[in-house]
Structures are given as C-alpha cells and as structure tokens.
C-alpha cells in the first residue's frame, strides 16, 4: 500500500467521525445526565409521599439485587470495562499482526459498540442490563481503537501524523456535535417534557431513541472507513497455531519496545498525564450535575451548551497544538497542554457558577483535542521501523485503559472517603503533575537516550 494515498487517509479520518458520538453522547453528554436522572426518579418511587431527594441523602441502584450508590456504580463499571480492554487489546493485536486482521478486529468491536449502545433504548425498563449495555458499548469503543490507531503510520508518512490526526478527532467532534443537536431536538420536541431530562417516564423514549441513533450512526458511518482500509498491508497468512504465535509476536515487540528508549519514556509520561485527561472527560459532567449552582431546572441545558463549547473548541485546540508542535515540537507542545490541565483541575475546585464553569469549559476544550491528537501523533513518529502496528498500539491503548480503571477507581475511592466530589477532581492533579514531569526526561531523538 502507497502512504499518502489521499482516498485511504480521507477513509481512516471517517472512523473518527463515525465513532465520536459514543464518546459525546454516551459518555459525555446525554446518557450522563439521562443516568443520574433516571436513577435518582427510580429510587424516589420508593417514597410515594416525597419529590426531592433530603439533602447529602446518596442515591440507590438496585444492580442485580446489590445496593449500590449511582455515581459509585458507574464509575465501577466503566473501570471494569476498561480492565477488561487493557487485558484484551494486546492478547488481540499480537494474533492481528501475525494473520493480518487488524481491519478484523476494527470491524467486530465497531459492530459490538454500536448495538450495545442502541440496547441501551431499554435502560430505564431494567438498569442492570442497561449497565451490561454500558459496558459492552465501552468494551467495542476503546477496543476497535487500538486497530483503528495502528492503522495510521501504515497510510501516512511521519511528517504528516501531526495533521491528519488532529483532522481526525477535529472531524470526530464536528460529527458528534451534529448528532448530538438532533437528538437534543428530538428530545425537546416532546410536549411532556419539563427541562431536557426531568420528563415523565412517558417521555424517556425520546432520550432512549438517541442512543439508537448513536449505534447506527456509528454502524453507518464507518462503512466508508470499511471501504477505504487495506484488509491485510503486509499480506500476511493465517497458518496453524496463530493464537500461539500471536503471544511469541507480541513478546517480541515487547522486548523489542523496551530497548526504545525514547518511546518507553514517552509512554510512561502518557500513562500519568492522560490518566487525568480521561478521567476528567469521564466524569466532567457527573462532577457538575452535582457541584454546580445551576438553579431551577437542575442545570441540564447549560451542561449541554457546555459541552457544545468544549466540542467547538476541542476541534480548534486540535489544529493550534498541530501548528504550535511544528514549531516546538511535539514534546514541547505537550509539556504546555499538560501543565494547562493541572491549573483547569485546580480551577475546578473552587467554581461554584454556571458562569465559571463555561468559562472553564472553554478551557478543557482548548486543551482537550490538543493533547488526545498531539499523543496520539507523538507516539505513531516515535514507533521504530517494524510492520507489527497492532501490538505496539496495543501498548498505547493498554496503558491508557490501565490509566483510566486507575483514575476512575481513584475518584471514585476519594468520593467514597471524603464524599465530597470536588476531592476528587482535585486529587487528579497529581496524574498531571507526575505527566509532566516525566516528558521532561524524554528525549527529541532516540539515539539521545
């Protein structure tokens, strides 16, 4: 396959595109606030005689006959999911380098993400398999990343890695933006609601339909991703035992990345810095639907014009971090957004308004698509010559997983302590701090290490 090729390149961009809507409406904008509703109302309809909940009183779920707290429980279960992603994505792309399927393994978690996000059109009939929907959809996202990923040094040469992977999340957000204003109209369309998600459980279908047309948003979409990857660059063959040979494939690059210098320490600084990006981005709007004094109406369209702001934003910080890392590089670039997360997290502990939380909003935007194309890039340029693109993408995505089951699991176990979540998104500035400090011993060349 010819790199540059402008049709292939233009194909890969679109998987961003297809797939954004789960990270914007699922994880971040409508199923978020839809959840804390939800489950607040389900556990008020066991005191017919009361309509709020008493103040500091925690929420109830009922998951599979267990009591847990709402905001506990989905902060458990996305971390599980993403235990389960770290332990599958290098046991998975080992066996896609040897047999050449990573296109594969793109296609079955793209399908698995997408229906389990339309099954979760039945989450306020049955929570608990509302949450199996959650986790399941959160397994197909994250998964289908590591192959989509390790596609891009395989299209595009390294001097271009920079600018096609700020197009591509810049095209993710402006794609989950448009669907997420057609679900919002859809959804305010309703003569029975009253504010976004305080309807009447006779209206929840208009919030659930959503969430189908994420999976066939997704579904559809990345069709023309389909269409434009190779199937197998190195035209490699399926022979017997390739399970077996995907672990020996996959300890040799291991062995093989260890002595990368360079890479290894990238990797280390990533593990830190994103920990606390992904975290921050998990539970954003939980933090505010809770912290901030949004008054009458419990906050539900100011959250989501601010995360309308943070997409705009995120899709130009994408391009200014593309430019600003031609100039000072890429590590460079990336010490800045770092540093720029740790002063918004400690921003975030002090807001109390809807005032200052757009304004901080604005913010994580500039720095969100930013960092997420600037690492993404950095470590594609830093991969030595090798065909096994899968298994040294699988330990980027790894490490991210492992990071985020860490900085979920940590938030959550600083709310369960202090049960203050305001602790906890304070706390997530040592994951930046710690970030930072390890890009400073990452070298610009590898022969400097």
């Known amino acids: 396959m010819q790199k540059g090729d ?10 961003d595109w297809a797939n954004s809507v789960y990270n914007l409406v699922i994880s971040s904008a409508i199923f978020p606030i839809f959840y804390s509703n939800v489950t607040k109302n389900k556990y008020l309809e066991r005191f017919p005689d009361r ?4 103040p500091n009183e925690k929420v109830m779920v009922d998951f599979f006959g267990m009591e847990v707290e709402n905001q506990l429980l989905i902060t458990y279960i996305l971390s599980f999911s993403f235990l389960v992603v770290s332990v599958l994505s290098p046991f998975l792309s080992g066996i896609a380098d040897v047999v050449g399927s990573k296109k594969r393994f793109l296609q079955f978690f793209c399908y698995l993400g997408s229906f389990a996000c339309m099954g979760l059109y039945f989450f306020s009939e049955n929570i608990s398999i509302g949450m199996i929907s959650i986790f399941l959809a959160s397994i197909g996202f994250w998964n289908s990343l590591v192959f989509y990923n390790a596609y891009l040094p395989e299209i595009a040469e390294p001097k271009d890695h920079d600018k096609i992977s700020a197009k591509g999340f810049s095209m993710g957000y402006f794609g989950a933006m448009i669907l997420l204003v057609l679900s919002l109209f859809m959804i305010m369309s309703s003569d029975e609601t009253n504010g976004l998600y305080n309807a009447s ?22 069709q023309i991703t389909f269409r434009a990857l190779p199937h197998n660059v190195y035209n490699r063959k399926k022979e017997k035992g390739y399970i077996w040979k995907g672990f020996k494939e996959l300890k040799a690059v291991f062995q093989e990345f260890r002595k990368t210098k360079r890479l290894k320490r990238f990797l280390m600084s990533f593990f830190f810095f994103n920990t606390g990006v992904q975290t921050v981005m998990l539970m954003a709007v939980y933090f505010a639907k809770e912290e ?8 539900d369209t100011g959250l989501i014009v601010s995360i309308l702001l943070i997409q705009i934003l995120a899709a130009v910080g994408a ?81 991210e997983k492992i990071g985020i089951v860490l900085g979920t699991f940590f938030w959550g176990l600083v709310y369960g302590i202090t049960g203050d979540l305001r602790d906890s998104v304070i706390s997530i500035t040592i994951f930046f701090a710690l970030g930072m400090i390890l890009l400073f011993f990452v070298p610009q060349k590898e022969k400097e290490a």
């Open 6 to 15: 402008k049709k292939t390149i233009r194909g890969w961009v679109f998987y």
């Open 51 to 54: 309509e709020e909940l008493l």
């Open 201 to 222: 459980i006779a209206s929840w279908w208009r919030v659930e339909y959503s969430f189908i047309g994420v999976g066939i948003w997704w579904l559809g979409f990345s």
């Open 292 to 299: 901030i004094e949004w008054g009458p109406g419990g906050g």
């Open 319 to 399: 391009f200014v971090m593309s430019r600003t890392s031609s100039l000072l590089g890429n590590i460079n670039t990336l010490k800045i957004v770092v540093a720029l997360w740790f002063i918004l997290c400690v921003v975030a502990y002090y807001i109390t308004t809807p005032v200052e939380f757009y304004l901080l909003a604005a913010g994580v935007g500039l720095v969100m698509g930013g960092v997420q194309a600037l690492a993404r890039s950095t470590y594609s340029k830093f991969l030595p010559d090798t065909k096994d693109h899968a298994s040294y993408f699988s330990f980027y995505d790894s490490t």
